[in-house]
Nanobody
Framework: VQLQASGGGLVQAGDSLRLSCAASGRTFSSYAAGWFRQAPGKEREFVAAIAWYGGRTRYADSVKGRCIISRDNAKNMVYLQINSRKLEDTAVYYC??????????????WGQGTQVTVSS
């Protein structure tokens, strides 16, 4: 499975941004998908995950209530929308495929990351 994240850019605090992750490989629909992020000088952290069938999701406390993860297995796509962006959302965002979990070790496949910068 190969993954490519896109949709990052510069946004103002309070705005929304939707990230996309395109997957290749016919087995993608059998994997859970997750989004992680890494801010400068910090470790990579979990953001959101969605089960392979899309009916189960989980979110980090830092984005809960303003974040939606979704997927379209017919298109091999995963999406992450975070509303009401905060300055602390600035990071490189990575999509991943693997076992449904909030732990990065559970994911075997990773995309290259897309930069999101939130300005005040």
């Amino acid at each position: 499975v190969q993954l490519q994240a896109s949709g990052g850019g510069l946004v103002q605090a309070g705005d929304s941004l939707r990230l996309s992750c395109a997957a290749s490989g016919r087995t993608f629909s059998s994997y859970a998908a997750g989004w992680f992020r890494q801010a400068p000088g910090k470790e990579r952290e979990f953001v959101a995950a969605i089960a392979w069938y899309g009916g189960r999701t989980r979110y980090a406390d830092s984005v809960k209530g303003r974040c939606i993860i979704s997927r379209d297995n017919a298109k091999n796509m995963v999406y992450l929308q975070i509303n009401s962006r905060k300055l602390e959302d600035t990071a490189v965002y990575y999509c991943a495929a693997g076992v449904y979990s909030g732990n990065s070790d559970s994911y075997s496949y990773w995309g290259q990351g897309t930069q999101v910068t939130v300005s005040s």
